[in-house]
């Protein structure tokens, strides 16, 4: 089995790599389409700003070829976000897989949102063996609300879509690489897709 991270000049791609190989699974970290589109799994990390992320993936032409893949697809925190429409961090058009605008907490507030928080309403098999109420880390300071593609929910000044799903296209607003043993089971649930 193949999984290929895709490389995007930013992130948490070594991170998301060496949690892969405690589990066994030896990724390909690469920008080329040709490898992802082949790839058994494919792995959007997400650590960066939302324009020049998306800049990076027009000009390797992945913005066009990541909303077509049919395997088992995970995007993790920018790499959700970026599976929105539309991010108003840099008022940036994005993938537009799930049709949900990623928005800014209000600055009133402490942001980013960084730390331990708590997984409510988790369904879908990217949370099998997934208790209610398990802690997953986020680093974030912005985020999707609850809709019909949230597939768990957390709350930080308000409560908004910790996972989202749809098809084969699945997204965490957390960091499962840090997680613990709550991300390690996360991610092993993707990897048997």
């Not at 791609?13 to 920008?31: C, M, N, W």
């Not at 992320?53 to 066009?64: A, G, I, P, S, V």
């Not at 879509?161 to 607003?173: I, W």
């Amino acid at each position: 089995m193949k999984t290929a991270i895709i490389k995007y000049n930013a992130g948490n791609i070594q991170s998301v790599a060496f949690a892969l190989e405690r589990l066994g699974v030896k990724p390909v970290i690469t920008d080329d389409p040709e490898i992802i589109s082949k790839a058994d799994k494919v792995i959007f990390p997400g650590v960066g700003q939302a324009s020049t992320t998306m800049n990076y993936l027009r000009q390797t032409k992945l913005n066009e070829l990541i909303p077509t893949l049919t395997q088992p697809f995970l995007g993790i925190c920018l790499g959700m976000q970026l599976m929105c429409n539309y991010s108003m961090e840099g008022n940036t058009p994005c993938l537009g897989i799930f049709d949900e605008l990623i928005q800014r907490f209000p600055a009133a507030n402490k942001v980013p949102h960084i730390g331990w928080n708590k997984l409510n309403n988790c369904k879908g098999p990217l949370f099998k063996d997934v208790t209610e109420d398990s802690y997953v880390y986020f680093v974030h300071s912005y985020f999707a609300d609850q809709s019909q593609y949230s597939i768990a929910e957390s709350n930080y000044i308000k409560p908004f879509s910790a996972a989202l799903q749809k098809n084969n296209f699945f997204a965490t607003q957390f960091h499962p690489e840090r997680s613990g043993k709550t991300g390690e089971i996360i991610l092993k649930n993707f990897i048997e897709l």
